[in-house]
């Protein structure tokens, strides 16, 4: 078989049959060998029985959410290409023959674009303005920012794939969020993507509104972007303050005079927070990388992997006795007071990045017995 077409459904008794139709007229105009499968998710009100009798295979899938229905679906399937859609009548099946070209053609995702951007559609009515203006463009551009995909419509519920491909991805997200799982995955072990123009109509639901919520959504969808990249989320925000640490250092050691405030103690140890502060988040990327990596989520990063626990707890060691002889330095000077008052102001520009350093050196030799932790996952 070379087609299989999916549609999830929760009670689309308004809309299946329409939409299992077009499917099947396509398929067949196309001179597709295919089927056309309703992965079924708890439906109460007649939808089974009308995808049934309209012609489709049903699969019940117990597992709730949009993205378990889909991979049920999928699961079930015989195709050599997949094309999934949402059996609402927002989507044009007749349209699905223009996601099957690219796939002949070798393309591994052939995505669909609604946006005008990308060539598409959007009849009136047919998206709400948050989401079109707002919601959409904004999400779909920090993927082609955040993981270099290019394309316009990241939230476009239908598309093509071949089986492989999704063999391949080992998608995980059992709610909306599938469908970006998707084409994240898809961009991040370079599968080769095509973007497709397609139609978005009013959807003809009269019973109940759409399964969409869109804050809820929204919010699963970027936490998904936060997941699939540690640089964005802990590299590049940890490099920022140990930037501002850095320049904070550069200041108050030497009690650098702005505008007539004199930038001394007080400064160093915001600065040391801040050096903390992203120091902690580095090594959070570190072992957030080496995580995905090895769970296949996302490519494995090869420097990475060479790193030992070795190498983290040397560095770890070196910065701790670093940081003992600055705070060792002030206790024999506070010796030769005869333990007496000390210059706070100038005993401080040691005791502080002292500290600072030792805290650091403890974070580092604790993520790096993680990291130990992490490597010593067992290869499938």
């Not at 009798?53 to 117990?62: C, E, M, P």
Request: hydrophobic residues 50%.
């Amino acid at each position: 078989m070379e087609v299989s077409i999916v549609m999830p459904c929760l009670n689309e008794a308004d809309t299946v049959a329409t939409c299992v139709a077009k499917a099947i007229k396509a398929m067949k105009q196309a001179g597709c060998d295919a089927e056309v499968i309703v992965a079924d998710n708890g439906s109460t009100d007649g939808s089974i029985a009308i995808a049934q009798a309209a012609g489709a295979r049903i699969v019940q899938v117990a597992a709730k959410g949009y993205g378990a229905a889909l991979a049920g679906g999928i699961s079930a399937s015989e195709g050599k290409f997949i094309v999934m859609g949402d059996a609402d009548d927002s989507y044009d099946f007749l349209e699905s023959p223009r996601l099957i070209e690219p796939l002949r053609k070798g393309f591994d995702l052939a995505q669909g674009c609604r946006f005008p951007r990308g060539g598409g559609t959007i009849h009136p009515g047919a998206m709400p303005f948050l989401h079109r203006y707002l919601g959409n463009p904004v999400l779909s551009w920090l993927v082609r920012w955040m993981f270099r995909i290019p394309i316009s419509d990241v939230y476009c519920g239908m598309r093509g794939f071949t089986r492989d491909l999704y063999d391949r991805l080992d998608l995980r997200s059992p709610g909306m969020e599938f469908a970006t799982e998707m084409v994240i995955r898809s961009g991040t072990i370079g599968a080769k993507i095509a973007e497709v123009p397609l139609s978005l109509h009013p959807d003809g639901r009269k019973a109940h509104g759409p399964h969409l919520r869109t804050f809820r959504d929204g919010w699963r969808t970027l936490r998904l972007f936060l997941v699939f990249s540690p640089r964005w989320t802990f590299f590049f925000p940890g490099c920022f303050f140990v930037a501002l640490a850095a320049i904070g250092y550069a200041l108050a050691i030497p009690q650098v005079s702005i505008g007539g405030v004199v930038l001394d103690v007080h400064t160093l140890l915001i600065a040391s927070l801040a050096g903390l502060l992203g120091w902690q988040s580095i090594l959070l990327a570190v072992l957030a990388r080496i995580f995905t990596g090895r769970e296949g989520m996302l490519p494995r990063h090869e420097r990475l992997e060479k790193l030992s626990v070795e190498h983290g707890l040397v560095a770890g060691i070196i910065a701790g006795v670093f940081g003992f002889l600055m705070i060792a330095a002030v206790i024999f000077h506070w010796w030769q007071q005869n333990f007496g008052p000390l210059d706070y102001p100038k005993t401080m520009r040691l005791v502080i990045p002292g500290v600072t350093f030792v805290a650091a050196a403890f974070q580092t030799i604790i993520a790096s017995l993680l990291a130990g932790v992490l490597q010593m996952h067992r290869e499938r």
